[in-house]
Each structure stands twice: as structure tokens, then as C-alpha cells.
């Protein structure tokens, strides 16, 4: 008999990985469900996490010239109905309020009243609102170009929900932008997908393929869109990021004309691009074990977490001022966008307190005894290195290294997860083998697959459709560095040229 490895959560990745997911939420304590179907509270523990993407992806942004503003929460329904593509893309989607007040019904309970004279929806996406306004803010060329981002949540009534990936409402963060010309607003839209390569890859620790979408894949009304796909430890996709090249489309839907410097009257060209607390989600995804999740050090709600270990009473005063003291010295350090963050938990509950530490998934735990003080030293654990190795460090050193040792596990995270991204990502040629490759070695774990292919493709609608019909299996980008050669169609044989990426995908 197999003596099973104790683990924090329950069930393992491997014996139910969905539900495993949902337990690390559980026990991070970053996010419960809400009375409101399909949507989420966040706690402090993840929303802290949220806030200091927002903190780097604003500097990010601020940094090729965008500005933030904000924008209604209620959209007429007449301006999504300007755009045809648009609105049909989002129409099953959307959440439309009819009725502007409440009043006692007949049985003494509350019915709507005062129907609206247009209906409102919700925003699932703001290009439409902002874009009337667009529409009043530029005459002239010398108007352009227009820089915007917003953080807002928005509103797309999901059938299936699961907390950060897919909820019927989510944070996130929108850009939109106008230019003058065709050019400059596809220097945006890839400028903008850089910048999320940025976060995700250097922030995140989440290793990304980036290439662009097929024409079913686009946002509703985009003429291209952009994206960085990442691999999680199911191997499926996550879009971590899309950046849009809107063309004209939404220009003349919102009727944004400037002069030009030629004396002519043009339509401006838009972009918009955008990334939600989804990646949270994919954080607990591709980091994650089965003790919990591992917060990459540099956007982690905390780096680090001081324990006193105090068997005596009498012991409790010096413990916790050599505590207080270091972790202010701590917090005077600066690391990347931030000072170092510190938790004390002083709260005397045994061996659990270090685990709620360890599924939360603190960079670094730091337990400080008598016998640690008498030594000037500290006992440190590496959330990346397990439970169970701790090592003994002079606190002066600890203190002085702290960073090396933030960018180390940074590091060993990012290595991690492109190991395990390269290890399941393969070149298929051979139709059988491709639909091997997508089906499941267990029928009772659907989620246990092959990871991504890359295959060539014909460039129809119909192969594109039909794979994913029979496979559940989407194309998740054209990428940009793949350039080989020519082949034949993965699912017809057509010769054609150029492989894509193929994956099954939240």
C-alpha cells in the first residue's frame, strides 16, 4: 500500500484540478462567491493582489502617454446597435435595464415601475459610449491622437461561472485610443500588447505565445485583434491579454470626423485593448500546488510574513520588538514598483498559522524565537521551495539579501512555468495523432489533455469550425515568431503555409 503524500489541499491537481482550483481560492482566502449568481467578492488578500497590477500596468501605460478618465456604467442600447458585428458579438451577453424605480406590487412586495424610454445595458464594453464622446472631443487633426484607459468592472452574464476565470462580473481595465492615421493605430495596438507581455512575463512570472486571433477569434467589430495566450497546469489556454486594431469600423459607427491637415474630412482610426482580474485566476494556475497557491514576489499581496515563535509570556517582549524593528527596516527597503510588504501574525494557534501562510502563498515566512534573537538570527521558508525546507539566516544577511531572494523566486516561478509550457507544447502533423494529442487520457478528468500543438492550417472557417466542434479545441493565435514553412492542413491536408498555435482554452 502507497502511503498518500499529505497535502494542504484537497483534492490534489491531479486527482480533480477544477475543484482543486476552487479549494486554493477557498483556502487563499482571496475571493467567495456572492448572493448575486455568478459573481464574486474579492477580500482584501486578492484584491491587494489586483491592486498592484493596476499599480504596474498604470505606470506602464502612463508611460507611452495614456491618461486614465472614467465612463458610465449604462450604455443606451441604440449605441450598440450602431455597430452591427459589435452588438451581435455581445448580444447574449448582455445585462439591459428596462425599469428606473421600484414600488409596492399588489401582494405588498416590490415590482419594477417606470419603464424606461431606451433600454440601458450594462456595460460588457465601453468602445460604443466612448466612442461618442470621442465623437465630440475631436474637429481636427490637431485633437488627435486621443490616449485613454479606464478601470471599471463590467457586466457579461455568463451561463458557467468559476471565480476570477469567468464571472458575470469582473474588474478590468479598458484602453481606448484614436489616431490620425492607419499606421499609428497599429503602432498602438502593438505597443499596448507589448506592455502586457511586460506584466505578465516579467510581473506575473507567466511565460506567453504572442501572435494574433483568427478572424472568428477577433473582438466583435475589430478588424485584427492581438493577444498573449499562457499556458496553465492543466494545459489549457488563458487569454492573459488582447490589444485591437478597430480600424474605421467604430469611428463611423460613432461618427468620429476630424479635419485633416490636407483639408479634407476623415474618419479617425481607433484602437482598444484590454486585461481583468482573469489573470488572477491564471496567477493560482500556473503557479500553484497542491499546499496553495505561490504568489510571484513582485506583485505578491505580501513578500514576507514575521511569526514569533513565544512559549513563554515572559519571553513575549523581546520577541516582538525585535520583530517590530525589523520589519520596519524591512518596509524602508525598496523593491521594484514598492517597499517591502510585511504581516505579523502573532496569533498563538499552533502549526496552522504557518500553513494559512503557506496556502495564501506569502513569498517568504520568517519564524524569530528567543533562540533565534540570542543568535541575531532568523528562520526563513521559500513559499517556491515547499513546505518543509527552512534554513537559518543571519538577520542582518536576510535583510541585506532580501531582494536577491525576491528576484530569485520570481525567477524560479517564471523558469518553472516555461519549462512546463516548452514540455507540452509540440509540432503535430499527422491529423490521428493531433486528435490523440486533444483527448482525454481519462474520461473522468476531461481537463487532463495534451497541452498546445502547433499544426498547420488552411486559413478556412469550416476546418477551424469543425475542429473545434469534434475536439473542443480553438485556434489560439497565429503567432508572430513561428515561421515554418509550408505544410499540409492539420484537418483537410490542403497544402498551406504557416503553423498555428491549437489548444483547448478557458
Not at 108 to 137: H, N, Q
Not at 262 to 270: P, R, V
Not at 302 to 323: A, F, N, T
Request: aromatic fraction near 10%.
Amino acid at each position: 500500500m502507497v502511503n498518500k503524500v499529505k497535502t494542504a489541499i484537497t483534492p490534489t491537481r491531479v486527482e480533480d484540478y477544477p475543484e482543486w482550483y476552487q479549494q486554493v481560492i477557498k483556502a487563499s482566502d482571496m475571493a467567495e462567491k456572492s448572493p448575486v449568481r455568478g459573481c464574486m467578492v474579492i477580500k482584501p488578500w486578492g484584491y491587494s493582489l489586483w491592486e498592484n497590477i493596476m499599480h504596474v500596468l498604470n505606470d506602464l501605460f502612463k508611460a507611452t502617454g495614456v491618461k486614465n478618465a472614467y465612463f458610465p456604467l449604462f450604455i443606451p442600447l441604440s449605441f450598440l446597435e450602431k455597430e452591427a458585428e459589435h452588438v451581435e458579438g455581445f448580444a447574449k451577453e448582455c445585462a439591459v435595464v428596462t425599469h428606473h424605480r421600484l414600488e409596492k406590487g399588489a401582494g405588498g412586495g416590490l415590482v419594477p415601475a417606470g419603464p424606461l424610454t431606451e433600454p440601458l445595458v450594462v456595460r460588457p464594453t465601453s468602445e460604443t459610449i466612448i466612442g461618442d464622446s470621442f465623437s465630440k472631443w475631436v474637429s481636427s487633426y490637431r485633437d488627435l491622437p486621443i490616449l485613454i484607459n479606464q478601470w471599471a468592472n463590467v457586466v457579461r452574464w455568463e451561463m458557467r461561472t468559476r471565480i476570477f476565470l469567468r464571472t458575470s462580473e469582473f474588474l478590468w481595465q479598458e484602453g481606448h485610443t484614436a489616431h490620425v492615421s492607419k499606421e499609428e493605430a497599429l503602432e498602438r495596438t502593438q505597443m499596448m500588447l507589448d506592455v502586457y507581455t511586460k506584466l505578465v512575463e516579467e510581473y506575473l512570472a507567466m511565460p506567453v505565445i504572442r501572435g494574433r486571433k483568427t478572424a472568428s477569434e477577433r473582438f466583435p467589430g475589430a478588424v485584427d485583434t492581438l493577444c498573449i495566450e499562457a499556458m496553465m497546469q492543466d494545459r489549457k489556454a488563458l487569454q492573459a491579454g488582447t490589444s485591437h486594431f478597430l480600424g474605421q469600423n467604430f469611428a463611423r459607427a460613432s461618427d468620429i470626423r476630424f479635419h485633416s491637415a490636407h483639408e479634407t474630412e476623415e474618419y479617425a482610426w481607433t484602437t482598444s485593448w484590454g486585461a481583468s482580474t482573469r489573470m488572477i485566476g491564471g496567477i493560482v494556475m500556473t503557479h500553484g500546488d497542491d499546499d496553495g497557491i505561490i504568489l510571484p514576489p513582485k506583485i505578491a499581496s505580501s513578500h514576507v510574513v514575521l511569526l514569533p515563535i513565544i512559549r513563554k509570556d515572559e519571553d513575549r517582549p523581546k520577541v516582538m520588538e525585535y520583530i517590530e524593528k525589523m520589519s520596519k527596516e524591512l518596509k524602508d527597503i525598496q523593491y521594484h514598483h514598492r517597499g517591502i510588504d510585511v504581516e505579523i501574525d502573532e496569533r498563538d494557534i499552533g502549526g496552522a498559522r504557518g500553513w494559512d501562510w503557506i496556502k495564501k502563498g506569502i513569498p517568504l515566512r520568517v519564524e524569530i524565537g528567543p533562540r533565534d534573537i540570542a543568535e541575531n538570527s532568523v528562520f526563513v521558508g521559500r513559499r517556491d521551495k515547499g513546505h518543509k525546507e527552512k534554513v537559518s539566516i543571519k538577520k542582518d544577511r536576510f535583510i541585506g539579501e532580501i531582494t536577491s531572494i525576491l528576484d530569485d523566486i520570481q525567477k524560479s516561478l517564471f523558469d518553472k512555468a516555461l519549462s512546463f509550457k516548452e514540455e507540452h507544447t509540440i509540432i503535430i502533423d499527422d491529423k490521428k495523432e493531433f486528435q490523440e494529442f486533444f483527448t482525454p487520457v481519462n474520461q473522468e478528468k476531461p481537463e487532463l489533455h495534451g497541452g498546445f500543438a502547433k499544426s498547420f492550417w488552411c486559413g478556412s472557417d469550416e476546418c477551424e469550425s469543425e475542429i473545434k466542434q469534434d475536439l473542443s479545441v480553438t485556434i489560439r493565435c497565429i503567432p508572430f515568431e513561428d515561421d515554418s514553412g509550408t505544410g499540409k492542413c492539420i484537418y483537410c491536408g490542403k497544402e498551406c503555409k504557416g503553423r498555428v498555435v491549437f489548444a483547448k482554452a478557458y
